[in-house]
């Protein structure tokens, strides 16, 4: 069993970083894809910081009320390769 003080220190630093690679990598795929459909690009990074903004403090509030570690790490890596994906495609072409 682990103590509870290095659980939530673990939750806070997996919600930590996680969710800032998380939110970077959906800002930088919202980027990609709003220049894509005829945005403006500097226009579109604008747009998809703004937004990064609330998702982030949206996130960090669902991982510190999370219930397990093990679900958190998974649906932050999973969001990070999806995102992380989105990212790649949009900026291929």
Request: glycine letters at 10%; a positive charge; hydrophobic letters at 65%.
């Amino acid at each position: 069993m682990q103590h509870p003080a290095f659980a939530a220190a673990a939750r806070a630093v997996v919600a930590v970083g996680g969710g800032y690679a998380l939110v970077a990598l959906a800002v930088r795929a919202l980027a990609a894809l709003l220049a894509r459909a005829g945005q403006a690009p500097s226009d579109a990074v604008v747009t998809a910081a703004m937004l990064g903004f609330p998702a982030y403090l949206c996130l960090l509030l669902w991982a510190l009320a999370c219930p397990s570690l093990r679900r958190l790490i998974g649906v932050l890596g999973l969001g990070c390769l999806v995102f992380g994906l989105l990212a790649w495609l949009g900026a291929k072409a």
